[in-house]
């Protein structure tokens, strides 16, 4: 995005009301060899600079992800990236020169996005970069293993996490700085009406949301994940524990779809194959009738189920201690193959439904005690989505790529606008982000 891109798209912001906006900060952008080592990019830094100002100026707080999925190449290189502990120093050393240059503007940091994606699709089903897998399977690098690196990776993403989240507390934190994990995580309901189901559902649950929540919380993995994965999961020190409690004053949650799941009993004929499976539970798109988990959204795998999001509100708020918490993605996209019109895709009805719908449990969700403070669309604009491409428009605005990029405003955004520019009465100040806005998140360093 150059800059009149920039102040155009933050000028959209603008006029649909909102007043918080959400980027990444792409590593190699400012550390192009991954290391302060090897030099940081100046001109990187004036790029961020310039669109923290632009926001600030135009009353927008950033929110701003240090990590979403970006490892540095030369990294990977080097000694494998997040497969070896030698990341936790080299990510501390990118965020200590993002708090420095940008903390005295941004004060509420994401550590990691979607951590449980990125373990899950990089390194065991290899579908993302690095694209790494077990041999047999399809994937680029088909030289990894999936039943262990997944973990090994999540283990230095946690502890790379703790470091951070502990030199920010201590050096760059003041009074009002924010800092967490944005976790994604699906619903799950029983594939049928059993106890094993209902069983598998709970262990889904564990190998999703509790993956990442439980040990910043209490300092160890789930007891079904450590039950079932053994030495593949590797055991945190008394020092890291003290680090990773409590290393976090807010939390993101992404969410988009639940799925039913089926129990599938441990025995010698069956093995799973890719970490996905390891909570023996297969997740399934319909239940045992054949009834899918909510009508359809324009996108094949995103079925619109707002009850999953409040049913993951109200595991953090009673299992986790109900931290400050932003829905930081929401959203749904529309299959694009080169035939979607401009006309089919500004007439975006079903996202428009999907959204209403979901924001409207987020407001049920505080109304039953979660503290949840805001509510972030993916996306502001059609993106490129990683191994979908150009193949799926998440944005509520359109972008006309035959046309010079083109930005128009879909019926999603024209309700956002109508929506945050009505006045209405403000029923608590601590919530005044979600009932005022729903801000477009972006990775911003495409």
């Not at 807010?250 to 039913?260: C, Q």
Request: charged share 25%; glycine share 8%; aromatic share 14%.
């Amino acid at each position: 995005m150059n800059i009149c891109g920039r102040q155009e798209d933050v000028k959209l912001l603008k006029q649909m009301g909102m007043d918080a906006y959400r980027f990444s900060i792409s590593w190699s952008r400012i550390l192009p060899k991954g290391t302060l080592e090897g030099g940081i990019n100046y001109n990187g830094l004036q790029y961020y600079r310039n669109l923290i100002n632009t926001l600030k100026e135009n009353g927008i707080e950033p929110y701003v992800t240090i990590f979403h999925w970006d490892t540095p190449q030369a990294l990977e290189d080097k000694y494998g990236s997040f497969r070896d502990p030698r990341i936790i120093k080299d990510y501390t050393d990118f965020a200590r020169v993002c708090f420095e240059h940008f903390g005295d503007k941004v004060k509420h940091w994401f550590t990691f996005n979607e951590p449980q994606n990125f373990c899950s699709y990089a390194y065991g089903s290899g579908q993302h970069a690095p694209g790494r897998c077990s041999p047999g399977h399809k994937c680029a690098i088909p030289r990894g293993d999936s039943l262990i690196e997944p973990y090994r990776v999540g283990h230095n993403i946690l502890l790379a996490h703790a470091e951070v989240a502990d030199l920010y507390k201590k050096y760059y934190k003041g009074e009002d700085g924010h800092i967490g994990l944005a976790i994604d995580s699906m619903f799950y309901k029983p594939y049928a009406n059993t106890f094993l189901d209902e069983q598998a559902k709970e262990r889904s649950i564990d190998f999703c949301l509790g993956w990442f929540m439980e040990p910043i919380y209490r300092g160890e993995y789930p007891f079904s994940m450590r039950s079932l994965l053994g030495h593949r999961l590797p055991y945190f020190k008394d020092d890291e524990k003290e680090k990773l409690v409590g290393s976090y004053n807010m939390m993101g949650l992404n969410y988009y779809t639940s799925l039913f799941c089926e129990h599938v009993d441990i025995s010698p004929e069956f093995s799973p194959e890719v970490n996905t499976e390891d909570p023996y539970a297969t997740p399934k798109f319909v239940d045992h009738e054949g009834n899918h988990i909510g009508p359809e959204t324009g996108y094949q795998w995103i079925r619109s189920y707002p009850q999953g999001l409040k049913d993951l509100l109200m595991i953090i708020k009673n299992k986790y201690g109900n931290p400050p918490i932003y829905i930081t993605e929401n959203g749904t996209a529309d299959f694009d193959d080169g035939h979607l019109s401009k006309k089919e895709a500004l007439d975006d009805g079903l996202r428009l439904d999907y959204l209403q719908r979901h924001i409207a449990v987020v407001k049920e969700s505080i109304d039953s005690g979660a503290d949840v403070r805001g509510h972030f669309t993916w996306s502001l604009l059609d993106n490129f989505e990683w191994a979908k491409g150009y193949t799926c428009r998440f944005g509520i605005v359109y972008v006309d790529r035959d046309n010079g990029f083109k930005r128009t405003m879909k019926k999603s955004a024209k309700w956002f606008c109508d929506f945050n520019n009505t006045p209405r009465k403000v029923i608590n100040d601590k919530h005044r982000d979600l009932i005022l806005l729903n801000n477009p998140a972006l990775v911003s360093s495409n």
